[in-house]
Structures are given as structure tokens and as C-alpha cells.
């Protein structure tokens, strides 16, 4: 039956290859309206929240049951006694020729669900092709993260092959995952965490060792690549999904950024890394830092804090707020941390701007008290601007 193999994946992953056969045959009616409330559902909450819940299935993989008589159309010479997936491309003809049979019943279900899901993907993808970098950055970077996250709970055994074959990844099994030190590195170079070094890594015959949650992380920033590029396929009768993003991209322009009160009077340093987060945008430790310590100092609370990282790719709620909490003076040696000098900025190339001043807080401190703020003394630190 037509594409049966790869249909429970695809209504898990819709971005998987071989679901442009089903693309191909979007028309009008029930399940087009159901797939463009799923759609709506699904890209509120990535604009609006930075996430979305996937919940992925237990499903099979009926090549492992099967003789593949679809070998002869494979010319990757990737189908035998085994799959080869190290010449696998995930071009999806042997699955648009497979004849393996189950029930009429079943298959009308994963047929109708595949489509669904596939759907209510390019139609996101159609109406966000339009929008500004910032909005179509924010919107790649939540999808992917929702994925890698719908990833690591999937216990589907060959979901990792599926996916290396998907973005040409070269990947092998041997005990733990093992990686081509190039496709480590494209990933490696955009994640700012050491543990992320290659120096710390186990390296064999030119392949990087990782455990299957890091090698889901790798598939994200090849994901959030993809979900970023213009999507050339227009969809019509998709106007409740232009609306919504129309109306975030109209409210991005004029809200302030949840959680600062007085956004308007940070430094310009503080100001870029904060808008480098909403982005989405891989943000450095040492800049990550110096916008804590320096929120922390000016009275914003840990909570207050931690909604700002949420957008970020990398982002784990439970190991950011230790970290701050930890800066905040919570937790470890009960030490506050220091707002980095402005000279200690520029080492780590953090600043951005010539302020003529030696400090952020300085900067802070005149913006208060020389009217960029005054009447909010009391509120937000004005008080402390005299000191």
C-alpha cells in the first residue's frame, strides 16, 4: 500500500522527505479544514509560547517484517537482506511502491492522519514564508525545539536513521551514537556550551561519539535551518494562519518584552542580547550571564529571569534556573554574582555600542535619573540610581 512504511513517521514528523507525495494531492474538504485548525492551534502556541506539546506513537516499521520486494527500485543499492542506511537518502520511492498489505481499515486511518499532519506543516510553512527574519526565526526555532523535544520521548528504534538519512547525516551505531566529526562540528560551532567542545569528545576514525539525546539536539539545528527557509509552495484558503501572523508580527513591533519593565532604559548591550534571545538566536554563556546578574541587580526576579531564556534553542528550565538562582546568590556559595564591567563586555565581544560609560549599571543609573525614567523611582531600582 502506498507510502505504508513511512506513514506513522510522517504523522509524527511531517517535514520527513517522503512526505511530499502526499503534498501533491492537498485538496479542499474535511480534512483540509482540520488540518488548518490543527495548524492554527499548533502555530499560536509556537509564537505565542515558544513551544508546542508533540506527542509521538509507538509505531512500526513494517520494512523490518518485510522481504522488500521495492528493492529493485532503490538506486542507492540501499535495500537487501538489510537496510543500508548509510546510502539511504530517504527519497521515499521504495515507500511510494510498497505492497506490503494490512488492513483496508488501518491503513485509511494512518493515510488520513499522515495527511493531516502533513497539511497543517506546509500550511505554517506558507504562512510564515512571508514574515520578517525575526518572526520566521522565532517560528523555526520553537518548531524545532518542540520536535527535538518530541524526539527524545519517541521510542521507535530506527527513528535515528531516519533522520540522519533525512538531513545526510553520517551516522553509525556502535554501543552509543557515533557522528562524522563534519556534520558535529556545522552543529557543534552554533552550540555555546562546553561540553559541546570537540576537544572533550571521544573521537574515532573521523565519527564523534554522543548519546541519542545529543544527537537529537544535532537534528535540531538542522531542523531549525530548514523550518527558517522560504517556503516556495503557496497555499490557498490558509487566511486564519496569515492572520495570526500578521497580528504577532504587528504586536512584536509595539509591545514591550515580557517581564522588563524598563526595557527602555537598559544599555544597548543588554538591550541586543535580550533581543537575541526573543529571536531565538544562539546566545554565549558570558552574555547570558552578564544579562542575568545585571537583571538580578536591578530587582527583577529569578522567574522574571528565566522567561527570557525560554526562546533560546538550547533552552532546559530546570538547568536555567539553577544557574540563576545560582548567579542570584540562591543556591551553591550563596555568593552574588557582579554585573560585568563594560571592559569585561568588550573582552568577550559582548559590547555593542560606545556609551561612554565604565559600567551597564552606570548607563542604567543616568537613563533613571536624567529622565529616561524618573517617574518610575521607587519601582524598578530609581531609588538605587542615587547611590
Known amino acids: 500500500m502506498k507510502l505504508l512504511p513511512i506513514l506513522p513517521y510522517v504523522v509524527d514528523y511531517p517535514f520527513l522527505r517522503p512526505a511530499r507525495f502526499l503534498v501533491g494531492e492537498i485538496e479542499r474538504g474535511s480534512i483540509f479544514d482540520y488540518a488548518v485548525k490543527r495548524a492554527e492551534e499548533i502555530l499560536k502556541s509556537l509564537l505565542k509560547n515558544g513551544h508546542y506539546h508533540f506527542t509521538p506513537e509507538n509505531k512500526p516499521f513494517y520494512c523490518l517484517a518485510c522481504d522488500k520486494p521495492c528493492k529493485n527500485f532503490c538506486d542507492a543499492n540501499a535495500l537487501g537482506e538489510k537496510i543500508r542506511w548509510d546510502r539511504c537518502n530517504l527519497c521515499g520511492i521504495c515507500h511510494s511502491e510498497c505492497r506490503y498489505q494490512i488492513g483496508s481499515d488501518t491503513y485509511r486511518e494512518l493515510e488520513v492522519m499522515a495527511k493531516v499532519s ?6 505554517m510553512m506558507s504562512a510564515i514564508s512571508n514574515a520578517s527574519d525575526a518572526v520566521r526565526r522565532r517560528f523555526a526555532t520553537s518548531l524545532a525545539r518542540s520536535y527535538r523535544r518530541a524526539m527524545e520521548i519517541d ?18 551505531r556502535e554501543g552509543n551514537l557515533w ?23 571521544n573521537l574515532s576514525k573521523g565519527y564523534v561519539e554522543l548519546s541519542l ?27 486564519p494562519l496569515e492572520k495570526i501572523v500578521r497580528e504577532y508580527e504587528a504586536s512584536k513591533k509595539t509591545r514591550r518584552i515580557e517581564g522588563v519593565k524598563r526595557f527602555d532604559a537598559f544599555p544597548p548591550c543588554m538591550k541586543k ?29 529569578v522567574e522574571e529571569v528565566l522567561s527570557l531564556f525560554r526562546s533560546a534553542p538550547d533552552f532546559d528550565e530546570e538547568k536555567a534556573r539553577y544557574q540563576i538562582e545560582h548567579i542570584a546568590g540562591q543556591r551553591g556559595a550563596r ?6 564591567s563594560c571592559s569585561t563586555m568588550k573582552t568577550y565581544q559582548n559590547c555593542v555600542a560606545e556609551c561612554k560609560v565604565s559600567h551597564p549599571l552606570e548607563y542604567y543609573r543616568r537613563r533613571i535619573y536624567e529622565g529616561g525614567g524618573r517617574e518610575a523611582k521607587g519601582k524598578t531600582g530609581g531609588d538605587k540610581a542615587h547611590s
Do not use: C
Open 335 to 340: 555568593k552574588e554574582y557582579e554585573v560585568p
Open 179 to 201: 557522528v562524522h566529526v563534519t556534520d558535529y562540528l556545522r552543529a557543534s560551532s552554533r552550540i555555546k556550551t562546553q561540553e559541546w567542545k570537540l576537544f572533550l569528545r
Open 213 to 239: 539525546k545529543e544527537f537529537y539536539r544535532i537534528v535540531e539545528e538542522r531542523m531549525r535551518d530548514s523550518f527558517f527557509e522560504k517556503f516556495p509552495l503557496r497555499i490557498d484558503g490558509i487566511e
Open 273 to 301: 542580547i535580550v533581543e537575541d534571545l526573543r529571536e531565538g538566536l544562539n546566545v554565549p554563556h558570558t552574555a547570558r550571564f552578564a544579562l542575568t546578574a545585571y537583571m538580578l541587580t536591578i530587582g527583577f526576579s
Open 118 to 123: 502533513v497539511y497543517s506543516y506546509v500550511m
Open 155 to 172: 521510542r521507535s528504534e530506527i527513528l535515528p536513521e531516519l533522520l540522519s538519512a533525512n538531513f545526510n547525516i553520517k551516522m553509525r
